[in-house]
């Protein structure tokens, strides 16, 4: 029997240069690779009903935008005078000249907001840590959406490593989003997550 073997990623990592090994580990594994307090952390794309939300979030975001922001899908923003820490939100709001250019870092203070959209496998403690991530980097607003539950939140005015305002809802209920947006989405259509086979084995929603 052959047994594949994981690719041999290069450079090793350490500190400094953990972005580049993570771009490595994307190309190798097909994961979602990013660098949470100078860790790893890998998941699968979006799937199914996850990919669903993103779906449904962007095609309500996109016609409202004023001209000069744009929705943009899995690009990544970094952490100020931090040489290996970005995260990949699900979804991002960015002033549209990010398009035109060759960069695939984004400046946290660029970001109007940042959304998430929690999968079945994802702990307490790691969303507590990203949101955390999120406040401390600067970016305006976060949206976390969490289809095991039906509920959605909204994180506002970062201070001292965190958000000061939290606005809690549920799906069903709209939401307007924060200035400069300023506009109203639905959230009826958020679909739950289902009981999966796959989800007890941390497979990502």
Same mark, same amino acid.
């Not at 097909?30 to 962007?58: C, D, H, N, W």
């Not at 600067?138 to 970062?158: C, E, F, M, S, Y």
């Not at 965190?162 to 809690?168: D, I, K, S, T």
């Given at each position: 029997?052959?047994?594949?073997? #994981? ?35 890998? &998941? ?30 899995? &690009? ?24 035109? &250019? ?18 079945? &496998? ?16 600067? #970016? ?37 989003l924060p200035s400069p947006l300023g506009f109203e989405v639905a959230t009826d259509r958020f679909p739950l997550y289902g009981d999966s086979p796959r989800a007890g084995r941390g497979a990502d929603a």
């Open positions: 029997m052959t047994v594949s073997s #994981v690719p041999r990623i290069r450079p090793k990592p350490r500190p400094g240069n953990l972005r580049e090994v993570a771009e490595n580990l994307e190309e190798a594994t097909g994961l979602r690779v990013q660098v949470l307090r100078g860790k790893f952390v890998m &998941s699968p794309t979006p799937r199914g009903k996850r990919a669903k939300v993103i779906y449904l979030l962007e095609e309500m975001i996109r016609p409202q935008l004023p001209p000069e922001l744009v929705a943009v899908k899995m &690009s990544s923003i970094e952490m100020p005078d931090e040489p290996d820490d970005y995260v990949t939100p699900d979804l991002l709001v960015c002033p549209c000249e990010f398009l035109e &250019s060759d960069d695939w870092l984004l400046d946290p203070r660029d970001i109007e907001v940042a959304v998430e959209v929690i999968s079945q &496998s994802e702990k307490s403690r790691e969303i507590r840590d990203k949101t955390d991530w999120y406040a401390v980097a600067g #970016v305006a607003a976060l949206l976390a959406i969490d289809p095991r539950k039906g509920t959605w939140a909204l994180h506002t005015h970062p201070d001292n490593g965190a958000y000061r305002e939290v606005l809690p809802g549920k799906f069903g209920e709209p939401l307007t």
